[in-house]
């Protein structure tokens, strides 16, 4: 099958193809502009916030991937959660049917649901609806903290115990999440190409690990061969006042969106894994395989 796929030139969509590519399926990937650091993927250049600029470009392919997604707006740039969750969804929808392609992958994100305190959420859920309501053949995904080699949160968190033994909790840390990783999210989409029972279906995507984020911090130390770190408590309500004033400077690591979604927890089921037809990979062995060489 050729797969178009929007969102694709991020870490998710790196072992996405990989996985598509091993299982003979030919890729043609939605980018800003062309460049060869995709490898044996044909590239179209276009924006998703604006139909006109790719809409014929899926003339020819079988199925349709959205993987377009954000963590963090930048309103002055035009990166909202409105924008690239909602608009880039109907945009992309409207694309898939008017091309006569029938197959449809959304990813999305768990947690999500209406009444969402995070926008986050919110657009996620909104985009999910959108979905549903179309007459395509479609899937949605919701994955819980997705890792891998080129992750951010976790290499985030690995870079900050190289450097320093504390590490800092906002709240208790009791907080826990499911992580799953990218080579598994990226079997479940390309095998729901071949699954029909999938059609119609969401799915949540978790891995068999489910753990407070203090005790993730304590995993990613002993990967990395280093002591477990001392886990200073800041104050919640604090936390709360002052982070919408430091995440209006990039490079401050978190925003009260993700703030919310980190207390509210990432958990959910494993029900994917009787459909899909195999286990996700452990996390401890998981991220061995990338911080234990660096």
Same mark, same amino acid.
Not at 42 to 55: I, K, M, N, P, Y
Not at 116 to 141: C, M, N, P
Not at 192 to 213: F, H, K, M, V, W
């Given at each position: ?5 929007? !969102? !694709?030139?991020? /870490? ?10 091993k299982?003979?399926?030919? #890729?043609?990937?939605? #980018? ?15 924006? &998703?916030?604006?139909?006109?600029? /790719?809409? %014929?470009?899926?003339?020819g ?19 909202? /959660? ?14 898939? *049917?008017?091309?006569g ?9 768990l947690?999500?649901?209406?009444s969402?305190i ?21 899937? &949605? ?11 951010? /949160? ?24 499911q ?6 999210v ?15 279906? *969401? ?10 984020? %203090? ?7 002993? *990967?990395?061969?280093k ?8 104050p ?5 006042? &002052? ?47 990338y911080?234990?060489?660096?």
């Amino acid at each position: 099958m050729k797969i178009f796929i929007a !969102g !694709g030139t991020g /870490f998710v969509g790196e072992h996405l193809i990989t996985e598509l590519h091993k299982c003979g399926h030919s #890729v043609r990937l939605l #980018v800003h502009s062309r460049n060869t650091l995709t490898g044996n993927v044909e590239q179209v250049a276009g924006d &998703v916030t604006r139909l006109e600029s /790719f809409s %014929e470009s899926l003339a020819g392919c079988d199925a349709v991937i959205n993987l377009v997604g954000i963590i963090r707006e930048f309103p002055s740039r035009g990166i909202t /959660f409105e924008n690239m969750h909602v608009t880039a969804t109907t945009h992309m929808l409207a694309a898939t *049917t008017a091309n006569g392609i029938s197959r449809y992958l959304q990813m999305s994100a768990l947690g999500t649901r209406p009444s969402a305190i995070s926008a986050y959420h919110r657009t996620k859920w909104q985009a999910e609806q959108l979905v549903r309501g179309s007459a395509l053949d479609w899937t &949605v995904f919701q994955p819980s903290l997705i890792y891998g080699p080129h992750d951010a /949160f976790i290499n985030m968190l690995a870079a900050q115990l190289r450097l320093a033994s504390v590490m800092p909790v906002i709240g208790s840390g009791s907080y826990r999440l499911q992580p799953i990783h990218a080579d598994d999210v990226a079997r479940c989409f390309t095998r729901a190409l071949e699954l029909p029972e999938t059609i119609g279906q *969401t799915y949540e995507l978790c891995g068999n690990d489910r753990l407070s984020y %203090e005790a993730l911090l304590d995993m990613i130390a002993d *990967t990395l061969g280093k002591s477990r770190p001392l886990k200073p408590h800041l104050p919640l309500g604090l936390m709360k006042l &002052v982070i919408p004033i430091l995440q209006k400077a990039p490079p401050f690591p978190i925003t009260s969106d993700q703030l919310q979604m980190l207390l509210e927890e990432s958990i959910g089921g494993n029900e994917w894994q009787q459909v899909f037809g195999f286990a996700p990979r452990g996390l401890r062995e998981g991220i061995a395989e990338y911080l234990g060489n660096r």
